[in-house]
């Protein structure tokens, strides 16, 4: 019920005739509820609210807001669910001879990455802990490297060109990657300095890929 059909200064009547069935609500239509009102003096210099159609509909405070809360409820229910929730299902991983894993949350439209080619992708890197210790889009640019000639870690090559049991990605994919150890930075670690590691020796990485394109 839009706030504007109760003006500050007018009287609110104490009658109501109206119902919230989930029956009434699927048929509902904002522009059927119309607040026609003129306003007369009475003789005690009070105004008085006169419905001026035959069938007015009254209700109290409580009952207005419990009616409006019924249509919010319903408008909210009924509403289109945004294209990220597509996004948030569960992802099955699926381990390829190599060792590496993979799951496709959105499958691409464009062509798929040729050996050699300079292609962009977005990402966002975590540790098996969940702890996140990249990510392209909180620098707002996408990694821009040349795909299957050695420019990134050996799992992203395999990632998103394909290869050993795993298929190639296409343009406007998005893929999670389980990397092993022998695909990612091994033994020697990443972002080592006096003693501690960004990525720790031996380290399994989660890699969630964004393949935009060629460049």
């Given at each position: 019920?839009?706030?504007?059909?109760?003006?500050?200064?007018?009287?609110?009547?104490?009658?109501?005739?109206?119902?919230?069935?989930?029956?009434?609500?699927?048929?509902?239509?904002s522009?059927?509820?119309?607040?026609?009102?003129?306003?007369?003096?009475?003789?005690?210099h009070?105004?008085?609210l006169?419905?001026?159609?035959?069938?007015?509909?009254?209700?109290?405070?409580?009952?207005?807001?419990?009616?409006?809360?019924?249509?919010?409820?319903?408008?909210?229910?009924?509403?289109?669910?945004?294209?990220?929730?597509?996004?948030?299902?569960t992802?099955?991983?699926?381990?390829?001879?190599?060792?590496?894993?993979?799951?496709?949350?959105?499958?691409?439209?464009?062509?798929?990455?040729?050996?050699?080619?300079?292609?962009?992708?977005?990402?966002?890197?975590?540790?098996?802990?969940?702890?996140?210790?990249?990510?392209?889009?909180n620098?707002?640019?996408?990694?821009?490297?040349?795909?299957?000639?050695?420019?990134?870690?050996?799992?992203?090559?395999?990632?998103?060109?394909?290869?050993?049991?795993?298929?190639?990605?296409?343009?406007?994919g998005?893929?999670?990657?389980?990397?092993?150890?022998?695909?990612?930075?091994?033994?020697?670690?990443?972002?080592?300095?006096?003693?501690?590691?960004?990525?720790?020796?031996?380290?399994?990485?989660?890699?969630?890929?964004?393949?935009?394109?060629?460049?």
């Amino acid at each position: 019920m839009n706030s504007t059909a109760f003006l500050l200064g007018t009287k609110v009547p104490t009658q109501i005739h109206t119902s919230c069935s989930s029956s009434n609500l699927k048929n509902f239509d904002s522009t059927s509820i119309r607040f026609t009102r003129q306003l007369q003096k009475s003789s005690s210099h009070d105004q008085k609210l006169v419905q001026a159609n035959e069938n007015p509909i009254l209700c109290t405070r409580r009952e207005a807001l419990r009616f409006g809360l019924c249509i919010g409820l319903a408008a909210t229910i009924l509403q289109p669910q945004p294209a990220e929730a597509a996004e948030a299902t569960t992802c099955e991983l699926t381990v390829s001879p190599s060792g590496l894993a993979f799951c496709d949350k959105v499958v691409g439209y464009g062509p798929q990455a040729v050996k050699g080619q300079l292609i962009k992708a977005h990402y966002v890197g975590k540790l098996e802990n969940g702890k996140v210790f990249d990510s392209s889009y909180n620098r707002g640019k996408p990694l821009t490297f040349r795909i299957g000639a050695g420019e990134v870690i050996k799992g992203w090559d395999l990632g998103i060109l394909g290869g050993e049991g795993v298929p190639p990605m296409l343009a406007g994919g998005k893929r999670t990657l389980k990397l092993p150890p022998e695909l990612g930075y091994g033994m020697r670690g990443a972002g080592c300095k006096g003693g501690s590691c960004i990525i720790p020796p031996e380290s399994v990485l989660l890699f969630d890929v964004e393949f935009i394109g060629k460049v």
